[in-house]
């Protein structure tokens, strides 16, 4: 048996350097072992294997290698051994990574998607509390990843809280941000971070503000939002309050939930289908192979600065569409359209119209988020005609796979994706308009804008009127 010392639990270039060794000199995955410990760093208990003299230079593709990258931070311990046996068998399986029924890359893809699960519940449930001291005002949040994706993660909230000098610490080492540079340190322990502060009020106000009891799926929020993250949540006090609330209200739809996609292992198999999805003549044939795809799109800068590109969703052969602009903030870490205020504002919207919302494919024009940062918020930025028209080869893909008989655009940047041309929507607004495919196209506003009007009475008639064009879009179909 050769063993290799590696010089932490994530040191993928001591694993790299080490597993290239250990082929070069023929060392069968049986023979080869990999160990964690100090001063390692890919070298080897004893000498290293002698590279054979006919040993020729080899590549893997680059999809094992964002893979593999990924599958190191599980906490598996065996993770090293699974990436060397891939690496082996890619020698004489150079399209190995394609099969992705093959029970290794299965289970290489399975621990990278729980990777990147893990690393999407830390953008969404890390919390962040003031602390002052001699040096100023600091951020400090406390969190314990399932996997070990504080390094993978930390980059997002440079980007996200650009401005705050923030430190992240978690039990496998910690992060900290000086509004310039990244630098990961030591591992922490929870006493290190403070537990509450007056910021405690804006999460919760938050959270039950943007709580949306009509769509609340308490299995799906838990798989979401797992218990073991909630110590750590101020907002997680109003849970049950608002579960049990909403239960009254929706019982039936608790009492049935729908599983939601699994848009995680989607984005890791785009990464393999990256090439494919940029070839000239690609055209995805399902929903599922769209929205891999469209996590792999460069069509327009837009996806640099989103976490996710988000599809829409609904029933393969929805009969309905709705189209709006853009994902959110909320719908950008989630990564499903329409489940933040405008959604609510939707979804109430739909129930008035007798309209049941899993009956619809809810989509938008552009499918990642353009924004700006404002302080630690991120302000939404309307699209410009480029891109929305960038991205219309997505939504017209939707169209071609969904065939919806009826289409309804919220707001102008939706009437120009579905349309191809501006639009005044007050001018054309509540009527079907014929689309070259067949289908009929129904202007109307977007639910923003109905959240925006600040007076009352106005707001109130205004909402009914955009109930009415659903309405008129039910009739049509
Ligand atoms: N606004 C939109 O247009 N789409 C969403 O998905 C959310 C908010």
Redesign the pocket.
Known sequence: MRVAVLGGETDFEGWRKAARAFRQADVTPERAAFRVGSGGDGLFDESPPPPLAEASPFSVPKAFVELAQDVILHRSADRFDLLYRLLWRLGAEPDLMRVVTDIDVGDALERAKNVSRASHKMKAFVRFRKVEDAEGERWVAWFEPAHRVLEKTAPFFARRFTTMNWSVLTPDGSAAWDGEILTFGPPATRDMAPSEDEIEDFWKTYYASTFNPARLKTKAMQAEMPRRYWKDLPEAALIPELVARSAVRTEAMVAAPAPEPNVRLAKTLSRINRDRAFDEGFVPSTLQELDQAVQACRRCPLWRDATQG?CGEGPKKARLMIV?????D??DLAG????????GVLDKALEEAGIDRDDVF????VKHFKHEPRGKRRL?KTPTAGEVSACRWWLDAERRLVKPKVIVT??G??ALGVLGRKVAVTKERGQGIGLPDGAQALLTV???YLLRIPEAAAKAAERDRFVVDLKRAKALL
């Open positions: 988000v709006g602009e853009q994902p959110g909320q719908e499903h359209p329409f489940v933040g205020p405008a959604g809810v989509t938008n024009a939404h919220l707001g940047t939706a977007h639910p923003s």
